[in-house]
DNA sequence: GTCTATATAACGATAGAC
DNA sequence: GTCTATCGTTATATAGAC
């Protein structure tokens, strides 16, 4: 008769990963400790390695979670009738999320790993490719709505959906005053404009833009 | 009679921060050993802390010779006569810098070192700042000559200008084939079509615009 | 100033009792 | 499964000869 609990070990597994999060925010991967992890996890040391091998491997099962959210998100997305608004609420969610001190942090630390640890790049590259693919698919529904301008092809715009989020996150990190909600508001006024239809009479052609006098991209 | 050359002093001193700014953006700042940094340089163990007192010391040594790096570009920026055109120089010179993947590793190592070391954290802070200043002038400018939308504070345009260098960061870690050219063609876009002034009848106030159907902030 | 050699400290991971 | 105790490794920074 087996005792163990599989529900039971996965959600002490979970509060190690919750407990070890908040440790890797704080001091990074190399300067938190595996005794730090356990002390903050209410556990010993012995225990950590019976729930993982090693201490990479708690860091790495903290963005393995990444990809069950995201998928989510996008599934709710892809409910919501009109594509300029899904994108948007797709934008507003990670955003919000990446504007928070404790996930910049994090973000900020697994994007260090990642240029030294090809394994941890390959799970980061492929949530990072979910969320592009997925806001790919909104925004051909926006531009085939006219809602949107088909200047860029859409990947090119998803990718930079994307990038954009994580545009503010060093200034998360050195600005502690910094006001999420207006940061938020300048991101979806930049996004509206970047995407806005040309409102001129020739259509935008090669993603070019009619010559208004103002800053020009040439 | 001093036998010590102060310009032979500095020059090594130079030679040791360049070595170790390929260490640490190969391995990141805890996993660089000292050892390292003086194979790469090309001396002994006991001969790099003669130039500096310990580890951190270089890692910090590396990012203060950016103030002077910003402010000749800055200074360059304000001869130009057209602020749109000042305004494209800086960003597109600070984006090339940043789209080498060398300097994106260590930019991202420093974000993630700056959040657990306030000293450091200052050190970078006042890089930026000095960068969004050097901006705030050329956005004003810009915004008095009718270049672009008053809809945002200046400084609030400055920031993200700031930050929109930043973005491309993590696809730079992510994805090796990125062109840097085609990014950057796509970055003076965006920005473009940020900055440009609306072309409606009434002008924008409160960093409101028109609602004309597509995707909107609010 | 530069070198070799090393003191000292700390961490990750394991062993083995319960 | 969880604990305590500890081993083996590795790194920073210093000491002291030249």
Redesign the interface.
């Known amino acids: 008769m087996r005792t163990v609990d599989p529900a039971k070990h996965e959600a002490k597994r979970r509060a190690i990963l919750d407990a070890a999060a908040g440790c890797f ?4 991967f ?2 938190t400790t595996t005794a730090e992890i356990c002390r903050a996890a209410g556990i010993s040391t012995g225990s950590l390695f019976h729930y993982f091998p090693n201490k990479r491997a708690v860091f790495v099962g903290i963005f393995e979670q990444d990809a069950d959210e995201t998928a989510a998100l996008l599934a709710a997305a892809e409910q919501i009738e009109d594509p ?2 899904a ?2 609420q797709v934008i507003t969610h990670v955003s919000e999320q990446l504007l928070h ?1 404790v996930i ?2 994090l973000v ?2 697994v ?6 640890d090809a394994d941890l ?1 390959r799970l ?2 492929g949530n ?1 490719r979910a969320l592009r693919d997925g806001l790919v698919g909104l925004v051909t529904r ?1 531009v085939d709505a006219g ?2 301008d088909p200047g ?1 092809a859409p990947k ?1 715009v998803a ?2 959906l994307v ?2 989020v ?6 998360v ?3 502690p005053d910094l006001d999420p909600a207006a940061e938020l ?2 991101m ?10 040309v ?1 001129s009479i020739s259509p935008p052609a090669g ?1 070019r ?1 009619p010559d ?7």
């Open positions: 925010a704080m001091k990074g190399e300067k300029g608004e994108i948007l001190p910049a942090k900020l630390e994007a260090a790993q990642c240029s030294r790049a980061i590259q990072d926006a809602r949107i860029f090119t990718s930079w990038a954009l994580d545009a503010p996150l060093s200034r990190i050195l600005e508001a300048v979806k006024e930049l996004i509206a404009r970047f995407l806005r239809p409102l993603g833009v208004t006098g103002e800053i020009s991209p040439g």
